[in-house]
């Protein structure tokens, strides 16, 4: 038997945590969440869980504004999009305000460091980070021109 990979194993006891019960279809579509580690388009995302699982679109929307209700899941603006990913992991990443498009950058090596002296500093014991820093991807500038 595989072992369960660690953001699935995350997304189902902080479900367990907050009281949230799984059904074999919730359950999917935490598998499919915790199948990336970066953010997913919501829309992608339930789509893709109700064509494979036959559940309904309206149950995956209300079942991942529990998740987010709850902290599970870190939501992020896409331009006009939303997407999601589990609230277990730090990501930094770019994201065009034109066209949404989101790119993820390696983490700046000095981060660390600063969270370290940060934490020393200020007592926080601290947990992950959402770096999202917005501008106009390439695609976008030329269009511009
Ligand atoms: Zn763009």
Redo the contacts with the bound molecule.
């Keep these: 038997m595989n072992p369960i990979p660690h953001r699935l194993r995350y997304a189902l006891s902080a479900c367990a945590v907050a009281g949230i019960r799984l059904t074999p279809d919730r359950r999917r579509f935490l598998e499919a969440l915790a199948s990336r580690s970066t953010p997913f388009v919501v829309e992608e995302l339930v789509q893709s869980t109700s064509s494979t699982t036959g559940a309904h679109e309206v149950t995956c929307y209300r079942f991942l504004t529990a998740l987010e209700e709850h902290g599970i899941v870190h939501r992020i603006t896409l331009g006009q999009r939303r997407a999601v990913l589990l609230s277990c992991e730090s990501i930094d990443y770019l994201v ?1 305000r ?2 949404g ?1 989101l790119v993820s950058v390696p983490e700046p090596p000095e981060l660390k460091s600063w969270q370290r002296r940060l934490a020393e500093t200020t007592g926080f014991q601290l947990g992950h980070h959402w770096h999202e820093l917005e501008g ?2 390439p ?2 500038q030329q269009s511009a021109l």
């Design positions: 065009c034109s066209c498009v106009v991807c695609d976008c």
